[in-house]
């Protein structure tokens, strides 16, 4: 059962401040909603700061790199610093080099965007496809001869996506049973400034139907516990003392539920009231829950 929060009771999130020292949050809605603030979101991150608690910012969104994230808080008024932020860019380009050790003479086929490039190449990992203008055609895809060279597919969130990038991304996997394929992350949506729209799972389902069942791909972000790891190999917490802020139950609660964290879920993203107690609520049960991340100031006018 969630402890739900209401500011109707200030002294409660004073008592959650109290009892932790790591505060990880996801980021689309729960922050913000694209380039738009949630109400609160900059108040109640200083708030944490005033009071030194570690923050951290978990990310499945692989559109941005770490640098392009801090940019986007400076831009906000969000202190923020490029060693807090874990992108699942960032978490897959780490999965490779230091998990895969992925051969330097090989290449990854990318469908993604730049903050997905910017990582890999953080990482010395090389590459082809992404925003290579080529790919980003309408035409028809022309010969794809197989490509040895071609040692990973790595699919995250690409809103140019197009026949020829999953015809290419298809051959290199359907042709070579070596060929690793990996995804930065596999939600269904995603909470634009324009309203849901389809999110990373939805830029993989064509090729794992192409493909099918016997060619899944490995999910590196939340909830898997690869995105924990990178946190891990940077920054010492305990889990005890540490919880995961998020709007989505089967990837941030998930995730923190996983990794032995403590959950707050806000209601400013993709879960809604109906998801917890609709007639069919969900199996996967928040320790926390409260509107808006906004909420958390009643813990300083308490
Ligand atoms: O489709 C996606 O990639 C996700 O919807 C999006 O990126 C989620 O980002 P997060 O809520 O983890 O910040
Ligand atoms: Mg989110």
């Known amino acids: 059962m969630s402890v739900r929060l209401d500011t109707k009771a200030p002294e409660r999130y ?4 109290n009892k932790y020292d790591t505060w990880m949050f996801d980021c689309d809605g729960v922050l913000w909603h694209g380039d738009r603030l949630i109400d609160g979101a900059v108040e109640v991150l200083h708030i944490l700061r005033s009071q030194k608690k570690r923050v951290l910012f978990v990310t499945n969104n692989a559109t941005k790199s770490r640098r392009n994230y801090k940019k986007k808080f400076d831009g906000l008024g969000i202190e923020a610093h490029v060693d807090e932020v874990f992108g699942s860019a960032y978490a897959a380009a780490v999965y490779l080099s230091s998990v895969l050790n992925f051969p ?22 090389s590459f082809i496809g992404g925003t ?3 790919d980003n055609t309408l035409s028809a895809p022309g010969e794809i001869p197989p490509d040895p060279s071609v040692g990973a597919v790595l ?15 298809f051959r290199y996997l359907h042709s070579n ?3 690793v394929f990996l995804a930065t992350n596999d939600d269904s949506t995603f909470p634009s400034e324009k309203g849901l729209l389809p999110g990373a799972g939805a830029i993989l389902a064509p090729l794992l139907t192409a493909l099918g069942p016997n060619r899944p791909a490995t999910a590196i972000g939340k909830p898997n516990s690869t995105m924990l790891d990178a946190i891990k190999a940077k920054h010492d917490f305990d889990p005890e003392r540490t919880i995961m802020v998020g709007d989505r139950l089967n990837t941030d609660i998930k995730f923190g539920k996983a990794g032995g964290l403590a959950t ?4 400013t993203g993709i879960t809604s009231e109906e998801n917890l107690t609709g007639p069919s609520p969900s199996t996967i049960v928040p320790d926390y829950v409260t509107a808006s ?6 813990a300083v006018a308490s």
């Open 104 to 125: 330097m003479d090989k290449r990854v086929y990318v469908i993604g965007m730049s903050g997905l490039e910017d990582e890999l190449r953080s990482e010395g990992i």
């Open 14 to 17: 004073q008592e959650l401040l």
């Open 264 to 267: 707050l879920l806000v209601l």
């Open 293 to 298: 991340i906004g909420d958390l100031r009643a």
């Open 132 to 134: 290579d203008p080529a």
């Open 155 to 169: 699919v995250g969130l690409d809103t140019s996506i197009n026949y020829t990038k999953l015809s290419r991304a």
């Open 177 to 179: 049973p070596e060929c």
